[in-house]
């Protein structure tokens, strides 16, 4: 069965810094472009981030774009995003998806980020 | 960035009875590989989304025909046939023919 968990979330000051990952499981990996996408509490749905199954290519939503990095480790099945300079605005649940528009799509169960002094 | 509008945001829904949610964007959705990309997802409290409809009509694994997605350019709709308790949920159309992908505000399905 595929699966995605998602780790790392938690309680930061504004201007810290956090690491998600997400490891996946059950499907191969490396042939999926990945995803994160954020929920503010009671909020829609915001893409974040996107990479290419290879990793070479990255595109970011305006609100995160020179903060936050899109990574992979094929090797190890596991995606990140590396958050930095956080702002009370970046509070949310954070999913990983695998692409969402394959024959088959996975989502994590989430991590929450809190951003807050 | 596309926006993506979608009506009703709450509509009164009764079980066995037929329910329907439109989604309009901004742009046309149609890309130019031929593939308009147009989603639909599922949430419900506590959980992640969860995808029904992709590219417009194609349903996921283990989603009941009685859900059926439709349309094409601007406009689209979500239809349930026959409305059943685990419908409820907020339920959001998503685009992703342009970067950055964006959803739809949601519909919250509840039975009255």
């Known amino acids: 069965e595929a699966q995605l968990v998602e780790s790392g979330g938690g309680l930061v000051q504004p201007g810290g810094s956090l690491r998600l990952s997400c490891a996946a499981s059950?499907?191969?990996?490396?042939?999926?472009?990945m995803h994160w996408v954020r929920q503010a509490p009671g909020k829609g749905l915001v893409w974040v981030s996107r990479i290419n199954n290879g990793g070479g290519y990255t595109t970011y939503a305006d609100s995160v774009k020179g903060r936050f990095t899109i990574s992979r480790d094929n090797a190890k099945n596991t995606l990140y995003l590396e958050m930095n300079s956080l702002r009370a605005e970046d509070t949310g649940v954070y999913y990983c998806a695998s692409e969402v528009f394959a024959y088959e799509n996975y989502w994590g169960q989430g991590t929450l980020v809190i951003v807050s002094s | 960035d596309v926006v993506m509008t979608q009506s009703p945001l709450s509509p009164p829904v009764t079980l066995g009875q037929p329910a329907s949610i439109s989604c309009r964007s901004s742009q046309s959705l149609a890309h130019s590989d031929g593939n308009t990309y147009l989603n639909w997802f599922q949430q419900r409290p506590g959980q992640p989304p969860r995808r029904l409809i992709y590219?417009?009509?194609n349903r996921d694994s283990g989603v009941p025909d009685r859900l059926s997605g439709s349309g094409s350019g601007t406009d689209f709709t979500l239809k349930i046939s026959r409305v059943e308790a685990e419908d409820v949920g907020v339920y959001y159309c998503?685009?992703?023919?342009?970067?950055?992908?964006?959803f739809g505000q949601g519909t919250k399905l509840e039975i009255k």
């Open positions: 059950g499907f191969t990996f490396s042939s999926y472009w």
């Open positions: 998503m685009q992703g023919t342009h970067w950055p992908y964006t």
């Open positions: 590219k417009v009509s």
